[in-house]
Each structure stands twice: as C-alpha cells, then as structure tokens.
C-alpha cells in the first residue's frame, strides 16, 4: 500500500483544514487507517484512527471533540477533518495503515505516507 496525504497549509488558530490521504491497492478497505503528527523537536504521535469499516474511530484526548476521522472506501481515500484548531496542533501530519490490527501504536502501522505541514498561527 503506498499512501499521499495533502491538504496541509496555514490557518489561523480557530479555523480549519480537510487531510486526505488517497491509498493505492486493493485491499485498502481491510486496513484500519491512522493519523500521528510530530511536532518540532517532539516525538511522534498518535491522532486519530479509523476501523476498516469506518465504525469506529478513536482519537487523541488533545484533539477529542476537534478532529473527525472518516474514510471513502471507493475512492481509497481516509480523511481527517480539523476543526478549531490551535497552535499546539502545527505539526507534519501523517497516515499510515495497519493491515491487521486497531491500534494507536506506531509500531503496528506498517505503511506510511510522506507526511503533510499544518501551521496554525495565533
């Protein structure tokens, strides 16, 4: 699976941004589908995930509330809606897929897009 995420820029704090991230392969629909970010000088984190189905989706306290997670399974395309966003939230955001299990740890996702910068200003 080879994974593109797009839709980063710059926003003011209290605005909002749509990532994508299209997936190539057929089995996309098995994968659950995360969101990590990492910040400068930071450790990368965990975001948000999504089931393969889109039934579930978990997220990080810090985004709990802000951020929604869906995904188009026809067009292999995972989605994470951004709303009131705020400066601690400007870092490279990536997906990744796992094939096997639902998880928040970066060490079961086994594909992993380029990453895409969100700067909010204040």
């Known amino acids: 699976v080879q994974l593109q995420a797009s839709g980063g820029g710059l926003v003011q704090a209290g605005g909002s941004l749509r990532l994508s991230c299209a997936a190539s392969?057929?089995?996309?629909?098995?994968?659950?589908m995360g969101w990590f970010r990492q910040a400068p000088g930071k450790e990368r984190e965990f975001v948000g995930l999504i089931s393969w189905s889109g039934d579930n989706t978990v997220f990080a306290d810090s985004v709990k509330g802000r951020f929604t997670i869906s995904r188009d399974n026809a067009k292999n395309t995972v989605y994470l809606q951004m709303n009131s966003l705020r400066p601690e939230d400007t870092a490279v955001y990536y997906c990744?897929?796992?094939?096997?299990?639902?998880?928040?740890?970066?060490?079961?996702?086994?594909?992993w897009g380029q990453g895409t910068q969100v700067t909010v200003s204040s």
């Open positions: 990744a897929a796992s094939p096997r299990l639902f998880s928040t740890m970066m060490i079961h996702y086994g594909y």
């Open positions: 392969g057929r089995t996309f629909s098995s994968y659950t």
